[in-house]
């Protein structure tokens, strides 16, 4: 085996030991077999409230360790490969081998990113919510590009996904849409996103082909299980019914389904237009609602724990988390951590996992990087 593939074997079992001490092996195993032991019982689910914690964990123990024993299970056998295609002399194998641990590079080093999403919601399931600024069609064009980018992500990440609700441009494109994110960590992911996202190009709704910049929001929070008591007084929310906008069936188009609430102490505004009941929209918005009050409650909490962390993760229209340019040449830069890709086409496509990674590091660790804007 050449130097470079021992070194990277080397380093994948140094961080497979890692993220099994992380787990602390022997207890992971020891509990998830209790944890099946206690799925088995037909009583659980007297207690649905207890008995939905129990699941998850044992859904979150079952990926962690099925995730290292995947990585050490396909690392020995592509090194047997490897082994075996050099003494025969075939390079196919050997080549393909290869390409395969440095696969496995990449997911560990995911894996170990992910040890650090240990926040009290980061395991949750997760709302994301997509603004187009001011700008009219260009924004609202580039709000659906960036709404299909983070579909694509979680599809990429074997989530599932679900568009609660969606107004259509004027022209092109979204005014406004919010996406359900059903996954492993999908707000522990997903909360490196919200801010403000810039776009540079040439437009294409622009007949003297001048350059423009796009400017979208994005505001993401954890779905709130049972688990969560947020209370809610419903006389101080005013509830809206309107006619549901975009593709659907007749009856999506022509009858008052679509629900909006709106919190009046804090001006915070949710909506569902998903399905064809009203009752259905209605109970799905109230736990939009809870989402985005715990949301703001966790917020305060690391702001009181770390202001000046805060400082750097505060979103708002005048906070530019990531910029785009598609022309005059191609670019795309993370103002808060400096990682550049100079392949939009790919970012755009959901391939977005190196700007998570670093946002994440960041917001764990708390360092400070100076970037300068793209142009």
Known sequence: MRAEMEAIVD?????????????????????????????EDPSLWNDPT???????????????????????????ENVELIAMGEEEGDKDVVAEAEAAIREMQAEVDRRQIETLLSGEAD????????????????SQDWASMLLRMYMRWAERSKMKVELLEEHAGDEAGIKSATLLLKGHNAYGWMKTESGVHRLVRISPYDSQARRHTSFASVWVYPVVDDSIDIQINESDCRIDTYRASGAGGQHVNTTDSAVRITHIPT????????????????????????????????KKREEA?????????????GHQIRSYVLQPYQMVKDLRTGV????????????????????????????????????
């Open 340 to 375: 550049e890709s100079t392949s939009p086409q790919d970012v755009l496509d959901g391939k977005i996992d190196d700007f998570m990674e670093a946002a994440l590091a960041q917001r764990v660790h708390g360092e400070d990087v100076e970037v300068s804007d793209v142009d």
């Open 305 to 317: 724990a770390n202001a000046e962390a805060a400082s750097k993760t505060e979103i708002g229209w």
């Open 50 to 76: 207890e008995a939905q914690k129990l699941m998850r964990e044992r859904q979150q123990l079952e990926t962690s360790i099925g995730a290292v024993r995947a990585l050490e299970s396909g690392l020995a």
């Open 267 to 298: 001006g915070i505004v949710v909506a569902c237009q998903q399905e064809r009941s009203q009752h259905k929209n209605r109970a799905t918005a109230w736990n939009m609602l809870k989402a985005r009050l715990y949301e703001a409650e966790l």
């Open 11 to 39: 380093e994948i079992q140094q961080a497979v030991s890692l993220l099994r001490r992380h787990l602390d092996w022997d207890c992971a195993l020891k509990r998830f077999d209790e944890l099946n032991a206690k799925a």
């Open 123 to 138: 395991g949750n399931d997760t709302y994301v919510e997509v603004h187009s600024g001011a700008g009219g069609t260009e």
